[in-house]
């Protein structure tokens, strides 16, 4: 059975779904080692028409959001009985950085939502753009839990 899940996670309640799939995979007699990752692409002179004395705190502000993220996640994880290790990553595409994540953490199952805070089209059916790139960046099996309506931003 799986016994490493990488959870990427953007905070969203429609991404937080995706958290009792993971308790569904966990066996008493197993050791399940969850590694939730929040990715952030921080901005630089060069890929944004951000003011210069604007990009550093803006940066610091993401990398604080992400923690603030890393903690509510990890508060929902415990919840369900479950410990995790969480990674605040940064890159550019997001579904690029987690696949280097996947690849490097020797996962073998990457559980997400269908989608997360992305603009939705139709709300029960639709595939968000990070999960549809992880599925096609990741060697491994990808879990996509489909997002219910009654929990949604």
Do not use: C
Not at 28 to 41: K, N, R
Not at 48 to 69: G, K
Not at 133 to 152: A, K, M, N, Q
């Amino acid at each position: 059975m799986f016994q490493r899940i990488l959870f990427p996670t953007d905070g969203s309640a429609a991404s937080l779904q995706a958290i009792d799939a993971v308790a569904r995979l966990s066996r008493p007699e197993g050791h399940l080692q969850v590694t939730v990752a929040i990715v952030f692409s921080p901005v630089s002179a060069e890929s944004s028409d951000y003011r210069s004395d604007s990009i550093e705190p803006h940066n610091a502000w993401l990398r604080s959001e992400s923690q603030r993220i890393a903690k509510r996640v990890e508060d929902e994880f415990r919840s369900r009985n479950l410990t995790t290790v969480t990674k605040i990553l940064e890159g550019r595409p997001v579904s690029a950085a987690l696949a280097q994540e996947a690849a490097a953490g020797h996962h073998d199952l990457v559980v997400m939502s269908s989608r997360g805070l992305g603009q939705q089209h139709d709300k029960l059916r639709y595939l968000g753009s990070v999960t549809e790139h992880v599925i096609r960046r990741v060697s491994i099996p990808v879990l996509v839990v489909p997002v219910t309506e009654e929990d949604e931003d």
